[in-house]
């Protein structure tokens, strides 16, 4: 059983469009993150979720919108894509609003941007 | 602000010990975290030290001094299959703020 799903894996799309990135935990945490990963691998937070609540929102343009429309759930909904949004975008959930201490981590979409 | 820093790449043959070094500048410090990250792969938590000393997992070891702000991830025995890219990660709050990585090589 997967702990911390999103789908899609891979995600080619044309600039302009509109895509999404679904991610699924079944670990029972209550905090939730959006982490984008450049060329050069840095990983960058772009959004907290705790209880479906959103706590950090890290100077992401507002294109990005995530939704939480439950715990186990956090989606990335993202608008007119730009070629600079390509990247790989984890998913990851945490055990309680302290962070915890590890981290889960999604397998990652590698989303291209042509 | 908050920063991290950590060497870019290392380089180590099969059966050395390796010393990955992280240095830290931030406010609302809970713990150092280490996380390994194939290509390819998601980021796997190694190890997460609170307080100053060294923690031993296997043939990985962590260690905090909160004082000097630093932190390293330490690989003995090494394998092929622990090349791969190593992040310290600073437990802040809600979040996690990740290092820029140390791509580690393991040479035959």
């Known amino acids: 059983d997967t702990a911390v799903s999103q789908t899609p894996k891979y995600l080619v799309t044309q600039m302009g469009n509109d895509k999404s990135i679904k991610c699924e935990q079944n670990?029972?945490?209550?905090?939730m993150y959006w982490y984008k990963q450049d060329s050069k691998k840095f990983l960058k937070i772009m959004f907290s979720?705790?209880?479906?609540?959103?706590?950090i929102n890290e100077t992401v343009p507002n294109r990005f919108s995530p939704k939480s429309p439950d715990k186990a759930h956090l989606n990335l909904h993202i608008n007119s894509l730009e070629l600079g949004d390509s990247a790989v975008y984890f998913c990851?959930?945490?055990?309680?609003?302290?962070?915890?201490?590890?981290?889960?981590f999604g397998q990652g979409t590698r989303l291209t941007v042509v | 602000g908050q920063s991290l820093e950590q060497p870019s790449e290392v380089t180590a043959v099969e059966g050395a010990i390796v010393q990955i070094n992280c240095t830290y500048q931030?406010?609302?410090?809970?713990?150092l975290s280490w996380y390994q990250q194939h290509d390819g792969g998601a980021p796997t938590f190694l190890s997460y030290n609170a307080l100053d000393g060294l923690e031993e997992t296997g043939r990985f070891s962590s260690f905090l001094s909160r004082s000097d702000s630093y932190g390293y991830l330490l690989l003995q025995e090494l394998q092929m299959k622990d090349s791969a890219s190593y992040f310290c990660?600073?437990?802040?709050?809600?979040?996690?703020?990740f290092g820029p990585g140390t791509r580690l090589s393991v040479l035959p």
């Open positions: 931030t406010s609302g410090f809970y713990g």
């Open positions: 670990l029972g945490h209550d905090t």
């Open positions: 990851a959930s945490s055990q309680d609003e302290q962070g915890g201490t590890e981290a889960f």
């Open positions: 979720y705790n209880n479906k609540e959103l706590i």
């Open positions: 990660a600073v437990l802040r709050g809600q979040n996690f703020v």
